[in-house]
T-cell receptor
Framework: GNSVTQMEGPVTLSEEAFLTINCTYT??????LFWYVQYPGEGLQLLLK?????DKGSNKGFEATYRKETTSFHLEKGSVQVSDSAVYFC????????????FGKGTLLTVNP | DGGITQSPKYLFRKEGQNVTLSCEQN?????MYWYRQDPGQGLRLIYY???????QKGDIAEGYSVSREKKESFPLTVTSAQKNPTAFYLC??????????????FGAGTRLSVL
């Protein structure tokens, strides 16, 4: 079956530090890949996506590249801010007719001033 | 504003009681989903529906029930058979079809606790 593995958290960084959150996946076929963000007490928001190999998704300074050869979709940001503190979820959609998303367990990021 | 509205924000359940969580969307999306979120476990799919009057079990459907009588509404009932209902419940919706890429939009969630 499909699965998503994210690096264990929590991750604590100082403002302006470089961020990487690792995500690897197992899926049949050619999945679409997503990063969602959840701010405290809220639902999830789509942060970025990529739908085919070598695509780079980007938004708000965050980037992730769909690497089929390593089955990875690592999230990066060059300079984090306190406002980036949240839980980040990697997810995949394997296609097909059921449109189900498979989520990783989430990584809590705390950015200190 | 278009979006997904979940209510209530907080809900308390007594032993043996059924409770219903509301989810309404005005995005004209075909598909709707219910997820359960527990600390350290990510999101797990409870039920989903792609069309009115039809729904499918997800990975953890036992102890839950849903209905889809209207396109905009997808209420979730947590029954007394669900022995560990304390969790954060998230509703989502999405368009269907080629090009939709299954981008799911989420509500703000309902936190359910047992008294």
């Amino acid at each position: 079956g499909n699965s998503v593995t994210q690096m264990e958290g929590p991750v604590t960084l100082s403002e302006e530090a470089f961020l990487t959150i690792n995500c690897t996946y197992t899926a049949t076929g050619y999945p679409s890949l997503f990063w969602y963000v959840q701010y405290p007490g809220e639902g999830l928001q789509l942060l970025l996506k990529a739908t085919k190999a070598d695509d780079k998704g980007s938004n708000k300074g965050f980037e992730a590249t769909y690497r089929k050869e390593t089955t990875s979709f690592h999230l990066e940001k060059g300079s984090v801010q306190v406002s980036d503190s949240a839980v980040y979820f990697c997810a995949l959609d394997s296609g097909g007719s059921n449109y189900k998303l498979t989520f990783g367990k989430g990584t809590l990021l705390t950015v200190n001033p | 504003d278009g979006g997904i509205t979940q209510s209530p924000k907080y809900l308390f359940r007594k032993e043996g009681q059924n409770v219903t969580l509301s989810c309404e969307q005005n995005l004209n999306h075909d598909a709707m989903y219910w997820y359960r979120q527990d600390p350290g476990q990510g999101l797990r799919l409870i039920y989903y529906s792609q069309i009115v009057n039809d729904f499918q079990k997800g990975d953890i459907a036992e102890g839950y029930s849903v209905s889809r009588e209207k396109k905009e509404s997808f209420p979730l009932t947590v029954t007394s058979a669900q022995k560990n209902p304390t969790a954060f419940y998230l509703c989502a919706s999405s368009m269907l079809g080629v090009g939709a890429k299954n981008i799911q939009y989420f509500g703000a969630g309902t936190r359910l606790s047992v008294l």
